[in-house]
């Protein structure tokens, strides 16, 4: 168990609606990444954030936009969402500690697996 | 541009058997090098870490090591076990002089079934 928990594990959907990602990190972690994971392909890095700021930001389409609370959890949100945008949804979160101290090692959730229909 | 190539894509060997797979990168500055396994429908865990001044690094069955001259890593397996079926994925980190996490650059992976 990474410790950090995504919800829903699974969600169908039709074309056009829209749908919320959760994510929980490890106790302690400033910060959470999304990864979105099609059927076999890489992980393709959407969006990081920092202790409640938008840190980096990666292949994430208008259609797609995600914030963190104060509580540190964060949501992805897909929009008129397309029969392409099916795939694994992955979050990770990473532990606090600038400069050599901080090794970089994320801990994945278990995935929120999105399909469109 | 900063990226990270894995090769072979894909690999089937035979339980028990021995396997190598490769990393190469061309990622500046860099701060370290992770291994990490996916298990099929799974998130991907951390095998190991690598840092600039690392050559191997062993983590039971997985040893790693890296070349940071040549910018390329290995990942070798030994006696493969059925367990081992997963994708391997190359993260390499990018030195951020800002303190905080750094880019993080992932290869494509490298898909491994062991067969009986």
């Known amino acids: 168990d990474s410790g950090v928990t995504q919800t829903p594990k699974h969600l169908i959907t039709a074309t056009g609606q829209r749908v919320t990602l959760r994510c929980s990190p490890r106790s302690g972690d400033l910060s959470v990444y999304w990864y979105q994971q099609s059927l076999d392909q890489g992980l393709q890095f959407l969006i990081q954030y920092y202790n409640g700021e938008e840190r980096a930001k990666g292949n994430i389409l208008e259609r797609f936009s995600a914030q963190q609370f104060p509580d540190l959890h964060s949501e992805l949100n897909l929009s008129s969402l397309e029969l392409g945008d099916s795939a694994l949804y992955f979050c990770?979160?990473?532990?606090?500690?600038?400069?050599?101290?901080?090794?970089?090692?994320?801990?994945f959730g278990e995935g929120s697996r999105l399909t469109v229909l | 541009k900063n990226q990270v190539e894995q090769s072979p894509q894909s690999l089937i060997i035979l339980e028990g058997k021995n396997c190598t797979l490769q990393c190469n990168y061309t990622v500046s500055p860099f701060s370290n090098l992770r291994w990490y396994k996916q298990d099929t429908g799974r998130g991907p865990v951390s095998l190991t870490i690598?840092?600039?001044?690392?050559n191997t690094k062993s983590n039971g069955r997985y040893t790693a090591t890296l070349d940071a001259d040549t910018k390329q890593s290995s990942l070798h397996i030994t006696a493969s076990q059925l367990s081992d079926s997963a994708s391997y994925i190359c993260v390499v980190s990018v030195r951020n002089y800002g303190g905080s996490q750094g880019n993080l650059i992932f290869g494509k992976g490298t898909k491994l079934s062991v067969k009986p």
């Open positions: 990770a979160s990473s532990g606090v500690g600038g400069g050599l101290l901080n090794t970089g090692e994320l801990f």
């Open positions: 690598m840092t600039f001044s690392e």
